[in-house]
């Protein structure tokens, strides 16, 4: 039976988000857990992922964008917030008055936040952050011994407390990379001349994902698991996730809208790529690429239907994509799994990227809000129980797009 009535859905498993958690923690053991939820939870529900991997011994919680913190705050997420993604104008003052821990990149930065911690009349959270090289955000080393020096004046005025000094890679996801260790000494630099300027903050951090799993050096204060939190490996390349401990979140399904037989030389889709070599049983999988499935798998992105594994047959289109069944019998309601963990000889999102020449991160946070998101494993409105139940803890509907 499916998890609802729709054509399609997302099937969160918190539990095992939990459990990613406490494998990632060991990772670490001397460091502080943030878990970074950005981008609703990388497809999988911000809100109730954060609170799970609260439950499960984070401390921080970690967001791109001004509006990702606020969203928390409003959904009465508690737990330190750090939030990264800023530009002119944005809502600082909102932000300070939120407890939410903002980063500073540039002077312009630095004078935004004082003026909210002024207007606010509170002393704002504020963390530092250093370009290592990744030459995203973050201020150039050059740059580094001037801001340390305004925000400990800043700091010594009251209106800023600097609460982090943090930085990205690049490249951690290429084992022995040669920025690795140019990084790394960029940013002991930058922790040195932070304290040099009289600055102490609680956190220092550096370790993503990758970082986390395979540079025990990188870890200093706090780690930042994104998609290895969800189960998908950051490093391929150096095992799936059962190598480290984890295991997929998501499991995309959908059901069949529609079974029939057509005769060989039938034509399948836009631009007819794919012509039928003989009589066969066409099934077709209401999901395109405006619910995420990536266009660029068409002709080769796996699905379970009937089960086996298909491909997609032709392009995928905007709502739906058609897979050939050969000789294979199947029926409308039958499910159709584009990915899982891989339990039942499902596909992984880590088989859609390779179909689609991405990352998995791009497979699982693409995924749109017409597919709903249906959380199992989840804590039962007012008992604290676990196991698949119809409510997120909240009392939240379990089914909602995206989890928002």
Known sequence: MNDMDTRARARIDLGALRSNVAALRAKAPGAAFMAVVKADGYGH??????????AAGATWLGVATPDEALALRAAGV?????????????????????????????????DAVVAAARAA??????????????????????????????????ERAGAIRVTGVWSHFSCADELGHPSIDRELAVFRTAVR???DAGLTPEVRHLANSPGTLTLPESHFDLVRPGVAMYGISPVPQLGGPADFGLRPVMTLTADLASVKRVPGGHG???????????DTTLALVPVGYAD???????????????????????????DQFVVDLGGDAAAPGDEA????????G?????????????IAYEIVTRIGPRVPRVYVDAPAAGDGAVGDAPAIGDGTPAVGPGGR
Request: hydrophobic share 45%; charged share 20%; with cysteine.
């Open 268 to 278: 399948v889709s836009y631009g007819h790529r794919y012509i039928t070599p003989g």
């Open 45 to 54: 529900g911000m809100v109730p992922c954060a609170r799970a991997a609260l």
């Open 121 to 154: 009349d509170r002393t704002a959270r504020v963390q530092l952050k250093i370009d290592a090289g990744l030459g995203r955000n973050g201020a150039q080393p050059a740059e580094w011994p001037d801001l340390t020096a305004a925000a400990r004046a800043a």
């Open 346 to 358: 499902e596909p992984t999102a880590e088989d859609w990227a390779r179909a689609a020449g991405t």
């Open 193 to 195: 001349q932070a304290a």
């Open 292 to 318: 995420g499935v990536p266009r660029h798998a068409s002709g080769s992105g796996p699905v379970l239907v009937a089960g086996k594994w298909r491909a997609v047959a032709g392009r995928v289109a905007m």
């Open 337 to 344: 799994v584009l990915f899982g963990p891989g339990d039942r």
């Open 78 to 110: 508690g737990g330190r917030v750090l939030c990264w993604l800023w530009t002119p104008g944005g809502p600082w003052r909102e932000c300070v008055e939120a407890d939410i821990d903002v980063t500073v990149s540039a002077r312009w930065a630095l």
